[in-house]
Every structure is written in C-alpha cells, then in structure tokens.
C-alpha cells in the first residue's frame, strides 16, 4: 500500500475556491492508499466534497477488483440486506418504466440493482448497465444484462435513447457530477426521466460518525457530498 496521486480541486457546483474543512479520512475499506483526505464545504453553496482528489489515473487503484465481488468481503447477512434494499427501489422506478421501458444504470457496479431489476421488475423492460470498469462489466454480463463499459459523459451514444436514467449511488463518486447529468439529459427519450439517489451530509449517521468515521465519506471514493437544498446547480 503506497501514496497515490491527488489534485486539488475547487467547488464543481460553483467554481468557488472557498471552503471550510469539516472532516478528514483515509482508506479505512479498501486499504488502497495511504493518503489522508480532507473533505470541505463550499462557502458559496454548501455541497461538500473531497479537496485532495485521487487523480483520474488512480481510479484502478481506489476501485481494486475486491469493490466489486464483495460477497465474500461484506458477509452474507450483509450481502442479504443489500439485497432486499435493491428491491425496495424496484417499486419507484416502476412508476416511471412503462412496459418496454429502456432503462440504463450508470456506474451500475456488479449490477446488483440490474438483477434485482430483472428479477422482479417488468420481464419486458430492457436493461443496461454502463460502468468505467471491465470487471463490473463482466460481473453484469455474466447475468445475462447487456453492459457498456467506459465512463458514461464520454461515452459515443448509437443506441436507442434510454427511457430512464438511473444513477444509483453514484454522483457523488464523479469528477464532474453536472456533466454525466447534463449527458443523461442530452440522451433521454421524449418525457424520459433520470432517477438520482446519492448519500446525504444531513442524515443521522453523519452527525454522529463527522468528521473522521463516517461511512459517507466513503474515503476515497466519494467527490461530491450534498444535502436535500444543495443538488440544484446539479441539474
């Protein structure tokens, strides 16, 4: 385990270079890296995020093949409740997946909602999975879902255009959150909808585990951190 790079940024919502640190962490998960992270909120609009960046050519390192076959690592009591969470989300996509519905999930991971959305879901939806890693790829193919692998913002679009974007946990571990959400917009079908759903720096556990244990920092995975009246320069 070594130091990896990093770069300092400021505010992807705003630009601003004025913040005010509220925590630091390292890789307590994963072990990747040995580097401690400081995470700060922007003066100017709120929306936390980590300063000290891994660079863009660290993501293999940050993200090993163990982040995504973590059966094994998690336990299978813990693997079970995540399980039955991917299904609890089955219900509000299905208010806006008519029947034939293209739905993709960007930065799907090993497919875990994609399963359960097969599982469970409209037999007749179809369902793609887009992720920047080979082996998250293979994990969704393996269970028969087709995938894309590379990073969705950059990604050349020849398919047919998705009637639901989902982005599942996954803004807050962007470079630039705004610009995959603006690509979902360019992409979407005619009254297509995007579905959002990302940790917040409001919840219960993040007063009590602030500024160096909390699980959301997710160190050094998680970028950009928002409370409910922060994602609007988002979209």
């Known amino acids: 385990m070594t130091e990896i790079r990093t770069t300092l940024v400021s505010c992807n919502t705003c630009g601003s270079t004025s913040a005010r640190e509220v925590g630091r962490s390292r890789d307590y998960e994963f072990h990747s890296c ?23 050519a660290e993501l293999r390192t940050i993200y090993p093949p163990a982040y995504y076959d973590y059966n094994e690592y998690l336990g299978t009591f813990v693997t079970w409740l995540r399980s039955l969470a991917q299904r609890g989300r089955i219900t509000p996509i299905a208010r806006y997946a008519a029947p034939g519905a293209f739905i993709v999930e960007v930065g799907c991971g090993n497919g875990e909602l994609l399963r359960a959305l ?7 939806w179809r369902l793609m999975g887009i992720d920047f890693s080979s082996e998250a790829c293979a994990f969704v193919e393996r269970h028969g879902i087709d995938a894309r692998c590379g990073r969705f913002e950059a990604l050349e679009w020849h398919d047919r255009p998705p009637d639901v974007v989902i982005m599942n946990q996954v803004i807050e571990h962007l470079d630039d959150p705004r610009r995959c959400v603006r690509r979902a917009r360019e992409l979407l079908a005619p009254g297509g909808v995007l579905i959002v759903e990302t940790p917040s720096t409001d919840a219960w556990d993040a007063d009590w585990f602030r500024p160096r244990w909390w699980g959301g920092w997710h160190c050094p995975r998680h970028w950009n951190l928002y409370t409910p009246a922060t994602p609007a320069g988002l979209f």
Do not use: M
């Not at 995470?39 to 609009?45: P, Q």
């Not at 300063?51 to 863009?56: E, H, S």
């Open 118 to 124: 097969k599982a469970y879901g409209d037999p007749s």
């Open 34 to 56: 040995t580097n401690e992270f400081v995470f700060v909120e922007c003066r100017e609009c709120g929306v936390i995020y980590l300063q000290n960046r891994p660079d863009l």
